[in-house]
């Protein structure tokens, strides 16, 4: 499966994003999904997951109450809804699925799309 995520850009504080990860050559209900996101000089770091029911949501302590996670099974396509958004989250954000599970490690997802710039200013 490819995933294509869009939806990045640059931002102000306060304000809002929505990031789309749209899924091809594969079923986007088979996964569980998530987003990662990866600032300069830093590791990758989880952000949110959903289960493929998209019943059953995470998220990362620092985004918590911030961000939203939800998916479209019919349109094969995970979103991220970002609100609050603050100068820390500026980072390249990443949309990945897996076939087995679902969670926070990285390493257990299987497919990851290309990444989309997000950028917050002060």
């Known amino acids: 499966v490819q995933l294509q995520a869009s939806g990045g850009g640059l931002v102000q504080a306060g304000g809002s994003l929505r990031l789309g990860c749209a899924a091809s050559?594969?079923?986007?209900?088979?996964?569980?999904a998530g987003w990662f996101r990866q600032a300069p000089g830093k590791e990758r770091e989880f952000v949110a997951a959903?289960?493929?029911?998209?019943?059953?949501?995470a998220y990362a302590d620092s985004v918590k109450g911030r961000f939203t996670i939800s998916r479209d099974n019919a349109k094969n396509t995970v979103y991220l809804q970002m609100n609050g958004l603050r100068p820390e989250d500026t980072a390249v954000y990443y949309c990945?699925?897996?076939?087995?599970?679902?969670?926070?490690?990285?390493?257990?997802?299987?497919?990851w799309g290309q990444g989309t710039q997000v950028t917050v200013s002060s």
């Open positions: 050559g594969g079923t986007l209900d088979n996964y569980a």
């Open positions: 959903i289960r493929r029911s998209g019943g059953t949501t």
């Open positions: 990945a699925v897996r076939d087995r599970g679902w969670g926070q490690l990285a390493h257990n997802y299987d497919y």
